[in-house]
């Protein structure tokens, strides 16, 4: 099982990026799929997570109304629209599957993760 994270980069404050999360080697349709994110010397936190159907999206507090979670099972690949971002959003972000699982916010429950992807938002 392959989890390859993409798309983080360098950003001014306000600007935008998708992160995209190729998966491989597992079942897609099979696994909800999250984000999580984590800063030097901090936990890792939930981000965002969608149900295995696609149908149900979840939100950490901190960025509802600016993150969209979204996948593509013709691609094996889930996305995070993420908007208005604040030097606040940098740090680096790890794509993570749960094996029939309903989009947890827990770490603990997700089976596989990706490598992450670096986030920086300039001020």
């Known amino acids: 099982v392959q989890l390859q994270a993409s798309g983080g980069g360098l950003v001014q404050a306000g600007g935008s990026l998708t992160l995209s999360c190729a998966a491989s080697g597992l079942m897609f349709s099979t696994y909800a799929m999250g984000w999580f994110r984590q800063a030097p010397g901090k936990e890792r936190e939930f981000v965002s997570a969608?149900?295995?159907?696609?149908?149900?999206?979840y939100y950490a507090d901190f960025v509802k109304g600016r993150f969209t979670i979204s996948r593509d099972y013709t691609k094996n690949t889930v996305y995070l629209q993420m908007n208005s971002l604040q030097p606040e959003d940098t740090t680096v972000y790890y794509c993570?599957?749960?094996?029939w699982g309903s989009g947890t916010g827990s770490s603990r429950d997700y089976h596989y993760w990706g490598q992450g992807t670096k986030v920086t938002v300039s001020s």
């Open positions: 969608i149900s295995r159907s696609g149908g149900s999206t």
């Open positions: 993570a599957a749960e094996r």
